[in-house]
């Protein structure tokens, strides 16, 4: 079992930074860290969740959407067992509940049905 905790969402102008912050837990994680990736998704309201970014923590390799592309990066903190996700130049248009998820390094993170593990959702508000 994995257990994600998300905090470092709020309310921004646009324009503005802001950094998450997810934790992961549990023995699997722990021992097996090098089979996971581990990565954000996001829901605004009205839509589908769809993929952020992701970080493989074994090669620090990353991976983005092209919405946020250049915007937003991924990093990972090993002895913290802590993905951020740090966004610049946000816009209305990142208004949404964003979560962390990890998965096995052999499925298509970029697809919700893929993940095995969700966090419980952190709000971002960009006021325009």
């Known amino acids: 079992q994995v257990t994600l905790v998300e905090s470092g969402g709020g309310l921004v102008q646009a324009g503005a930074s802001l950094r998450l912050s997810c934790t992961a837990s549990g023995r699997a994680f722990r021992i097996y860290t090098a089979q996971y990736r581990v990565g954000w998704f996001r829901q605004a309201p009205g839509k589908e969740r769809e993929f952020v970014g992701t970080?493989?923590?074994?090669?620090?390799?990353?991976s983005y959407a092209e919405s946020v592309k250049g915007r937003f990066t991924i990093s990972w903190d090993s002895p913290a067992n802590t993905v951020y996700l740090q966004m610049n130049t946000l816009k209305s248009e990142d208004t949404a509940v964003y979560y962390c998820a990890a998965a096995s390094i052999s499925r298509d993170f970029s697809r919700r049905s893929e993940i095995d593990y969700w966090g419980q959702g952190t709000q971002v508000t960009v006021s325009s």
């Open positions: 970080v493989t923590p074994i090669s620090a390799a990353t």
